[in-house]
Structures are given as C-alpha cells and as structure tokens.
T-cell receptor, first 114, second 115 residues
Framework: AQTVTQSQPEMSVQEAETVTLSCTYD???????LFWYKQPPSRQMILVIR??????QNATENRFSVNFQKAAKSFSLKISDSQLGDAAMYFCAYRTYNNNDMRFGAGTRLTVKP | SQTIHQWPATLVQPVGSPLSLECTVEGTSNPNLYWYRQAAGRGLQLLFYSVGIGQISSEVPQNLSASRPQDRQFILSSKKLLLSDSGFYLC??????????????FGPGTRLTVT
C-alpha cells in the first residue's frame, strides 16, 4: 500500500525567509502524481503545486517549488519569500494513474513570524 | 469555472440521530467525487468515492454510507450517528478523461459535532 510521510509536524519561518517542508512516500508504481495542498485556518484545501512522476524537471508555481527525487521517493516543498498568508497546514499527497483515491500525509503546520 | 458546494457548513447532532451531508459540483460534467473525513489536527481519510451515478466505492467500513443520485451530487449519510463520527467532512471532485491532471478540488467542508 502506498503511504505518505511528513516527518515535520510543525515548522516555523521568518517572514521573507525560505522554508522547506519534507515529504517521503512509499510506492512500487512507476507512474504517479504528487501534490502539495495548503489548508489555512478556514480549512479550505487549496492545491499549491503538482508534479508528474515522469517529469524530471521540478515543478514551480511562483514562490513555491518542489525538489522531486524519484529514486529517493522524496518530494519536498520550498516556499521562498514567505508571507504571513502562507501560514497554514500543508499536506503532501500521492496518487497513481489508475487509482481513484489520493493518499495524504499527516500534515505540517507552518507558522510565519512577522 | 468549476465550483463545489457543501452544506451545511456546521452541524451539531445528538448521538443516534440521522445525518445527511450534501455536495454539489458546478461547471463540469461526469466528475469523480470523493468524501473525506479529517479528525482534529490530522490528515485526510478517504471514506467514499464515486466514478458515476449510483457507483459508490467504500474505503473504510463504518457507520456511514454515500449515494450519488445525480451526476454532480454526492450525499453522505448515516442512520444513527456515533460520537466517533465527529469531524470535518470534505467533499472533492476530479475530472476524468484525456488530459486531466488527476488533482482533486475540495469544497469548503462541514464541521460535524456529535453530542
């Protein structure tokens, strides 16, 4: 069974600094997708970034980028120039091409200090 | 653009009472639909998913059931609530067919408290 592990329950970053959130996953599949979702205090789940496993190039969305290491089964999220609005729970998620369900990690709570 | 609605936003129900949570999607057709539960401070647990009208797959045996009476409507139900059913319930959709990216889009959620 596929599992997703986020080893950092909480992280803190100073405003305007950079922070990296870690995620590892376990799978025997070769084709899959990885995602980072953000859940602010409103609890609305918001897609931050996606990565297709067949792509070697790391995905980037404005201040958000990932470091995808397929052999190591690692998928970390880097937030540059952190803003107060980035404070939220961040969930790493995985799904294969063929399964309809998405597996989520337990989440990392990010605090941004002014 | 696509929109997903959930209601009610908040619900307080006594133990043993029935439950009906509704989710509807606008702006897309034939979506995959999902129900998740999130316990306080925890990740998301997939409860049910549906690939079409009347087609429901259950991930975890429990006190809950789901139905999909229309293409863009997904309902989560219970005949008798338990204290352990308390939590935050999220509905999500994803598109199917060529070119879809498999990500799921979430509704605003329902906070259920069973007393």
């Amino acid at each position: 069974a596929q599992t997703v592990t986020q080893s950092q329950p909480e992280m803190s970053v100073q405003e305007a600094e950079t922070v990296t959130l870690s995620c590892t996953y376990d799978t025997s599949e070769s084709d899959y997708y990885l995602f980072w979702y953000k859940q602010p205090p409103s609890r609305q789940m918001i897609l931050v970034i996606r990565q297709e496993a067949y792509k070697q190039q790391n995905a980037t969305e404005n201040r958000f980028s990932v470091n995808f290491q397929k052999a190591a089964k690692s998928f970390s999220l880097k937030i540059s120039d952190s803003q107060l609005g980035d404070a939220a729970m961040y969930f790493c998620a995985y799904r294969t091409y063929n399964n309809n369900d998405m597996r989520f990690g337990a989440g990392t709570r990010l605090t941004v200090k002014p | 653009s696509q929109t997903i609605h959930q209601w009610p936003a908040t619900l307080v129900q006594p133990v043993g009472s029935p439950l009906s949570l509704e989710c509807t999607v606008e702006g897309t057709s034939n979506p995959n639909l999902y129900w998740y539960r999130q316990a306080a401070g925890r990740g998301l647990q997939l409860l049910f998913y549906s690939v079409g009208i009347g087609q429901i797959s259950s991930e975890v045996p429990q006190n809950l059931s789901a139905s999909r009476p229309q293409d863009r409507q997904f309902i989560l139900s219970s005949k008798k609530l338990l204290l352990s059913d308390s939590g935050f319930y999220l509905c999500a959709w994803s598109s199917r067919g060529l070119g879809n990216r498999y990500e799921q889009y979430f509704g605003p959620g329902t906070r259920l408290t069973v007393t």
